[in-house]
């Protein structure tokens, strides 16, 4: 079974393999206490270029911890992330938990070419991310402990509550990064 999600390129819209429903499951991991355990998930847009202007986070559960959403460009070998294009740190005062958290990029992101990561590290024990488990899965999760990625345990049934912003091609007049 696969999906087809139609965007329209003559205005903004969002990148997600998300529904429209709240999530169902969280995760965070344990300790969780700085810019080296997260989830991340790879996107690669349908054209080009397109520029990023905010990403979207479903927090389910904070008390005193927020995070940082970072996008990395795949440019390392075999297609890993490896530039960081942005990187914005949302403080546990701002977090509002059981909605979707939007972050506006100070400078927006243009990508010319091939995908990105986008990345949520939690700074703290006490927040966590949404997943959604309606099928059908993208298999484009991954998870970050102690700075090593890898494929998401459990990418055959889930999907991160992530959102990318963008703004499609003849939209825009900004500086490619």
Known sequence: LSEIVVINACSSTSLTYHSSNPPDQ???WSGGTGSDDGIGVFYKPPVY???????EYYIMGTSA???????????????APGTILST???????VVAGNWNVVNLLTPVTIDS?????VWY???????????????????????????WSEYRVNEDQDAAIRVNIIPPGLDNSTSV
């Open 114 to 118: 091939a995908g990105f990561y986008v």
């Open 26 to 28: 969280t995760i965070s």
């Open 88 to 94: 914005t740190s949302v403080p546990f005062a701002s």
């Open 122 to 148: 939690q700074t703290g024990p006490t927040i966590s991310i949404g997943l959604e488990t309606a099928f059908p899965f993208s298999r484009n999760n991954y998870e970050i402990l102690d700075g090593s």
């Open 49 to 55: 270029p397109v520029t990023i202007t905010s990403l």
């Open 65 to 79: 911890d927020g995070f940082d959403a970072v996008i990395y460009a795949n440019d390392a070998p075999f297609g």
